[in-house]
């Protein structure tokens, strides 16, 4: 039984440790007064992958029928014991590592006390005192597919572990209301912001960048309409260069539109209410999608107010330092790690880097794509463009993608031996998704390999200009542009098959 030393619990009022203004963002509110300044701070609720709850075995699939995924444990039975999952917490170790944040060795699970019908044991085991993760760093770029937009350093306050609560059911009867427990006890961390971020767009660059890394890492799959990934929003307005105002706390924001949404319409009705002479009250919020507003819910809780104490069922967490090292061993390459590399080392551009490694699918396409063979550039180019496009007009995603990164690979190949030109990769690129064929087959089905050998261009070039003799004439007269007149027939008597530059050296040589 664990020992409660309450004289070592940090009081209810936890310091607040600003991360200053390490975001220099511009975005301003004006009102009568002039313009103010909005602070977000968020407080993003990830489901953490695993196949079992936290403190259960009892599944956690999505959408399956109503309370078929409950154990005696989750229905909170009287003199049934939690027992901590190892992988939830090897989950949110390999999470807080991933954004550089310091791991506490020793945590521990308290209980939140409250009534509701969706939570039956009438409290909710979570981590107040002792937190598994500490404070980390997440750094973040405005635009994302933007390398030259701002950069910003968003500070983590902490994460912690804790349950799900079950799902009222409103619509299947006129009169009552159903409870679903297939969420109750699933594993959950809470990732605390600093109130560090300044503008929507930076919050929702805050949320992305969090996805991407929760999804590299593999510790949630961030699906926000599946309601994996949900976002507690605090927002306060001040003066610049003010101490910090009152917050409101916007509930259970589930994509990212909204949470810009909320966030502008909370700065606007605080400003508004400040400049009116009223206040902003410190409360719980929640957001009408329909009406694009927030509307008050409750007034803001206090920590003593839950009456939170240690789960005298469950044991300190201490963690050992092989295990630590095995999370850390376990990480693969980060986005940001992964976006120097494609620069620095592959040669990929910038825009190209960002784009390929905001989302880990795509950066494993391409590098599946090098893997075959590829290009790096020419890879990156060409899944950004062309892929990317024909997957838009086919309405598919990457991974209903009907061409795999081998037969791309296969693709580019061509194009890179001379065997085929650019512009004839793309009609095979067309066949391609409409067949099972591979490149190769299809170029040498329909004769399209690029003709270099130069005896066989020079003998049409000599048809071309025997047969225009005028614009000859006009050329050697300093008619320069019909140069591109004399590519054209060539490539035209050839089908389009002539190796590009050859034909224009040759022609250049012909011609004089
Ligand atoms: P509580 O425990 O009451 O939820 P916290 O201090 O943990 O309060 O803060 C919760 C969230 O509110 C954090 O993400 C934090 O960054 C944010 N926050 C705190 N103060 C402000 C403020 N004045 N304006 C905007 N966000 C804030
Ligand atoms: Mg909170």
Redesign the pocket.
Known sequence: MPVWRLKNAPGFR?E?RSGGSMTNSTYRVSGATGEWEV?????VHAQITSNSKLFSGAATDFGNEPNTQVSLVDAAMPGMLPVPNQECIRQAVRTGLAIDAQINKYSRFDRKNYFYADLPQGYQISQLYHPIVGEGIIEVQLDEKDPDSETSKIGV?RIHIEQDAGKLMHDQHPTMSYVDLNRSGVALMEI?????MRSPVEAGAYVKKLRSILRYVGSCDGNMEQGSMRA?V???VRKPGDE????T?TKNVNSIRFLQQVIEYEARRQVDLIEDGGEVVQETRLFDAERQETRSMRS?E??HDYRYFPDPDLLPVELEDEFIEECRASLPELPDAKRARYENDLGVSAYNAAVLTADKETADWFEAMLAEGAKAKAASNWLLSELFGALNKLDKTLAESPVNPAQAAELLGLVDDGTISGKIAKDVFEIMLESEQGAAAIVEEKGLKQESDTGAIEAVIADVIAANGDKVAEYKGGKDRLFGFFVGQTMKAMQGKANPQVVNELLKKTLG
Do not use: Q
Request: hydrophobic letters at 30%.
């Open positions: 936890r607040r602070v977000i701070g968020l407080e306050e605390v912001s600093m109130p560090d507690d605090n927002v306060s910090l105002g009152t917050r706390e803001k206090d920590a």
